[in-house]
């Protein structure tokens, strides 16, 4: 059983760079055939996939946020990373870490992240 916790700042300014790390254990993310996502939740509104890297080292991110993400992972200390960049309030969410790309079987608790001037 994978467990996931989530790292990063909570309070970030309009225009600014999100880097958030999930820390994996219990579970290799260099394991064959497995995934790992991000998403998100903004306030009343349901869940986003951002996208995922997979054990291979090979990503796929959701076209809408494309340009602005990055997904990256550090075998050597089982975790990844993503960076969303030049973020505004409407990036405002509770991100999550997922194992998995479509379905996903472990996630971690969350952590909410606010953009505000």
């Known amino acids: 059983q994978a467990r996931l916790r989530e790292s990063g700042p909570g309070l970030l300014k309009p225009s600014q760079t999100l880097s958030l790390t999930c820390i994996v254990s219990?579970?290799?993310?260099?394991?064959?055939?497995?995934?790992w996502s991000w998403i998100r939740q903004p306030p009343g509104k349901g869940l986003e996939w951002i996208g995922y890297?997979?054990?291979?080292?090979?990503?796929y991110r959701n076209p809408t946020l494309k340009s602005r993400t990055s997904i990256s992972r550090d075998p050597s200390r089982n975790q990844f990373t993503l960076q969303l960049s030049s973020v505004t309030p409407d990036d405002t969410a509770v991100y999550f870490c997922?194992?998995?790309?479509?379905?996903?079987?472990?996630w971690g608790q969350g952590t909410q992240v606010t953009v505000s001037s």
């Open positions: 997922a194992r998995g790309n479509s379905y996903f079987g472990n």
């Open positions: 219990g579970a290799s993310i260099s394991a064959n055939g497995t995934y």
């Open positions: 890297i997979a054990a291979s080292g090979d990503s």
